[in-house]
């Protein structure tokens, strides 16, 4: 029997709804938020009452990208969190409430959850998928973890950061430098023309498979004061090169985590998920590492970095093909465990 869902994501300031149909991806429309650039980062407020107008325009055009009926939707799936509140509760009422006047299931997702199985919609006849059990660098500006995926709906934390993200730490560091926001993106494309090794950056001497970057911001902080102090133009001089060996240095730092748990867990299916998985440098680094070990390496298409419904869809298929929806009554939750 053929399942047809309806994916609703709304966890920070990208409207988006998507159609999946047996794991096939027929619509993925995305409307992001350009309000929040100038503010430096996405105002709470802001985001909702834009989401509020956004999100019936957005799933009344995936539906019609996808060439199907309302009528045609097994179930309705909706991101329950993490994420900002005010985001959160405009898609996962607006998800109710169709399913309610249709009669069928809902199914909340874990945000997270929804972007490493990105990795399992299907667009094409050359859509790859990992094998089971694999091993997802899921790195984003909220989070940093190491997961070891044995089924769609098994998953294991096994790694992650004790304080800030590594995304989070892009951004920072990009607003230390003067670039505007969204940081990450900026950083990566300057980095492209300088010296990874300009500048040796300190990097954390954390346990196991976890993760530290507060320690790199502040060594980045004070590593550049001092530098100023000498020549106050330096940042403007060599801004590239200071991209350079920050997005190495953070790359370095995932990388060696990353080496880590493949050889503890000696599982060689290896993917990235999340909005940093977009990063150029970090793509290059994991594709050059992965052909030396041997490893199997899966990026993800760009438009499954960023938020988007595709992933939330493709996670509420495999839980409706396995039996599970949830109650009408379950809250959205800015912070949800993985």
Request: glycine content about 8%; some cysteine; charged content about 20%.
């Given at each position: 029997?053929?399942?047809?869902?309806?994916?609703?994501?709304?966890?920070?300031?990208?409207?988006?709804?998507?159609?999946?149909?047996?794991?096939?991806?027929?619509?993925?429309?995305?409307?992001?938020?350009?309000?929040?650039?100038?503010?430096?980062?996405?105002?709470?407020?802001?985001?909702?009452?834009?989401?509020?107008?956004?999100?019936?325009?957005?799933?009344?055009?995936?539906?019609?990208?996808?060439?199907?009926?309302?009528?045609?939707?097994?179930?309705?799936?909706?991101?329950?969190?993490?994420?900002?509140?005010?985001?959160?509760?405009?898609?996962?009422?607006?998800?109710?409430?169709?399913?309610?006047?249709?009669?069928?299931?809902?199914?909340?997702?874990?945000?997270?959850?929804?972007?490493?199985?990105?990795?399992?919609?299907?667009?094409?006849?050359?859509?790859?998928?990992?094998?089971?059990?694999?091993?997802?660098?899921?790195?984003?500006?909220?989070?940093?973890?190491?997961?070891?995926?044995?089924?769609?709906?098994?998953?294991?934390?096994?790694?992650?950061?004790?304080?800030?993200?590594?995304?989070?730490?892009?951004?920072?560091?990009?607003?230390?430098?003067?670039?505007?926001?969204?940081?990450?993106?900026?950083?990566?494309?300057?980095?492209?023309?300088?010296?990874?090794?300009?500048?040796?950056?300190?990097?954390?001497?954390?346990?196991?498979?976890?993760?530290?970057?507060?320690?790199?911001?502040?060594?980045?902080?004070?590593?550049?004061?001092?530098?100023?102090?000498?020549?106050?133009?330096?940042?403007?001089?060599?801004?590239?090169?200071?991209?350079?060996?920050?997005?190495?240095?953070?790359?370095?730092?995932?990388?060696?985590?990353?080496?880590?748990?493949?050889?503890?867990?000696?599982?060689?299916?290896?993917?990235?998920?999340?909005?940093?998985?977009?990063?150029?440098?970090?793509?290059?680094?994991?594709?050059?590492?992965?052909?030396?070990?041997?490893?199997?390496?899966f990026l993800p298409k760009k438009q499954f970095t960023t938020d988007n419904?595709?992933?939330?869809?493709?996670?509420?298929?495999?839980?409706?093909?396995?039996?599970?929806?949830?109650?009408?009554?379950?809250?959205?939750?800015?912070?949800?465990?993985?």
């Amino acid at each position: 029997m053929s399942i047809t869902i309806l994916g609703i994501e709304s966890s920070c300031d990208d409207t988006s709804a998507a159609v999946i149909k047996d794991q096939w991806l027929l619509s993925n429309v995305i409307s992001s938020q350009d309000v929040h650039k100038s503010y430096g980062g996405v105002v709470s407020e802001l985001a909702s009452r834009a989401h509020q107008a956004n999100i019936i325009p957005v799933v009344e055009t995936a539906l019609s990208k996808a060439g199907v009926f309302i009528s045609d939707i097994d179930a309705i799936a909706y991101t329950r969190g993490p994420g900002l509140l005010g985001s959160l509760l405009v898609g996962s009422s607006f998800a109710k409430g169709l399913a309610l006047s249709l009669g069928i299931p809902i199914i909340s997702v874990n945000h997270l959850q929804g972007h490493v199985l990105s990795h399992f919609v299907l667009e094409d006849s050359k859509s790859q998928l990992p094998k089971l059990p694999f091993i997802c660098l899921l790195v984003s500006g909220g989070h940093t973890q190491i997961i070891l995926v044995r089924s769609p709906l098994d998953m294991e934390v096994v790694g992650q950061t004790i304080d800030d993200a590594a995304g989070e730490a892009f951004d920072k560091c990009a607003k230390v430098i003067g670039l505007p926001y969204p940081g990450g993106p900026m950083i990566d494309k300057l980095a492209a023309e300088g010296d990874p090794k300009f500048i040796k950056f300190s990097k954390p001497k954390i346990p196991n498979l976890n993760f530290s970057f507060s320690g790199l911001k502040t060594s980045f902080l004070y590593t550049l004061r001092d530098k100023q102090e000498e020549d106050k133009d330096f940042i403007n001089n060599h801004l590239a090169d200071i991209c350079a060996s920050l997005q190495s240095t953070i790359i370095e730092i995932l990388l060696s985590k990353l080496e880590k748990a493949v050889h503890t867990y000696k599982v060689y299916d290896v993917a990235i998920a999340g909005g940093v998985a977009a990063n150029s440098g970090l793509r290059s680094a994991l594709s050059e590492l992965g052909k030396r070990k041997g490893w199997n390496i899966f990026l993800p298409k760009k438009q499954f970095t960023t938020d988007n419904a595709a992933m939330i869809a493709i996670a509420g298929y495999y839980n409706f093909k396995n039996g599970k929806v949830s109650p009408i009554d379950e809250p959205p939750l800015a912070r949800m465990p993985f």
